[in-house]
């Protein structure tokens, strides 16, 4: 059965079809020789199928690939077979969410900024009942199914390659309880965790900072390690987000979270706040 196009099985798959243009082989070539259809070949170039050793190895030959570029072939063959986080998708969830949550399993940075609420990859399950129980008309999945959703994106914050994740989160989501106290003092706490890990950081926006942004909601920007994989912005909102890919628009949202950031607290500032709104709380 067809599986879903990953960017690293993508990446193989545009290698393949490069060297075998450049080879000036056809798609009826390649199936002949592998003795399969031409739908199956299709699908090892649009990254649906990551073909096996072998016969990729029979496709390097046909195309007369040079050793450099079987060497290419094999490290992104490797890399293509690397197991992708299973992701939950909650029932009814639109479009540009479903785009966004797919670049972000997959990508190695995300820089956020929050306003209202503690980022999804940042919240405790207690925490996201609560936002769910006040948000029924815009879920459509149980609320342990929308917990479960959210908790299996958190896995990418985990594993040998974690997602590196940079938020910016406004003062005003420490004091606005969500839930009950207990629950936020449990959340803010969970924070200060998530703060000891190396790939996170989290910067809290004081009040006196002032306006700053367009100051209508939260976005986070996609970024990849490869210069090939560009980077895009989600722009969040109750009718189901914007996914937004353009160099122009995507350098805006950039320059604003770096402007963001300069006015935020440090990381040791904003820990010393969420361990006192904790205590606050208690």
Known sequence: MPTTPTRRKKRLGQLLARLRNEADKTLAHASDMLRVGESTVSRYETGHFRPGWATMQALLALYNASDAQRSEAAALWEDA??????????AG??????????????????????????????QTPAYIRAVNANGQQFHT???????????????????SSPLNLHALLDEAVLYRIVGNAEIMAEQLRHLVTMLEQDHITIQIVPFDAGSYGNMCGGFTIIGYRDSDDQPAVYVDSAAGGAWVESDEDVDRFSDMFEEIASSALSTGESTELLIARARALE
Do not use: H, N, W
């Open 93 to 122: 969830s639109p479009k540009p969410f479903r785009v966004f949550l797919r670049a972000e399993a997959e990508a190695d940075t995300a820089r956020t900024v929050d306003p209202l609420l503690v980022p999804g990859l940042l």
């Open 141 to 159: 999945s149980s609320a342990e199914r929308y917990v479960t959703a959210r908790l299996s994106r958190q896995a990418r914050l985990s594993g």
């Open 81 to 90: 077979g690397d197991r992708a986080v299973r992701l939950i998708t909650p």
